[in-house]
Every structure is written in structure tokens, then in C-alpha cells.
């Protein structure tokens, strides 16, 4: 299951991870949102163990969303060694953002 990525747990669980990691900026009145969703917590299954998958609600942390120029939504940022590499700005399909990770590992 994708972890809640907040505000004040951003530094220690994405900027700290060893792992690569998928961060899914998104917002519950967005209908692209919901449709990538279930693809982001699919994902999480498949990589536990290899990546951290975390989702950031745009609505309840501004500094995050600000701090990473999040524009649109959904937007997904791919990092490595706490660096972003990949970015997926809007919907896509379940592969494209599987494969954009599975490239990191």
C-alpha cells in the first residue's frame, strides 16, 4: 500500500529512502487522480521490498507542492539518492509509470 507522504515526514521517508522511490501528487476532487490511483497502489504491491510508493494529497500540504513547483495533478516525481530523475506530469497507464521505476532499481 502506498504510505501518505506529508509535509513533515517528506525529508525522513523520501529524501532519506535507499530505495528508489514513485510520489504521487494528487487531490480527491481530481478525476485523472482516481483514475491513476488504484495504478499507484498496484504498484506498491509489486515493488514493496524494492521501492517506496508514497502518495502526497496536494490539499493538506502546500509546502510540498510549492517546494516541488506541482502545477497540475496528477503529477507523479520519480527520485533516486533523494534526487528527482523522472517526472509524469497528468494520467498515464499502470506500465508506463511501472516501467519509469523499474529503470531506477
Known sequence: MAVEVTDANFAELVSGSDKPVLLDFWAEWCGPCRMVGP????????????????????????????????????????????????????????SALAEKLQKLL
Request: glycine share 8%.
Open 39 to 94: 495504478y499507484v497502489e498496484e504498484i506498491a504491491k509489486e515493488f514493496e521490498g524494492k521501492a517506496f510508493v508514497g502518495k502526497v494529497n496536494v490539499d493538506t500540504n502546500p509546502t510540498l507542492s510549492a517546494k516541488f513547483g506541482i502545477r497540475n495533478i496528477p503529477t507523479i516525481l520519480f527520485f533516486k539518492n533523494g534526487e528527482i530523475v523522472d517526472k509524469q506530469v497528468g494520467a498515464a497507464t499502470k
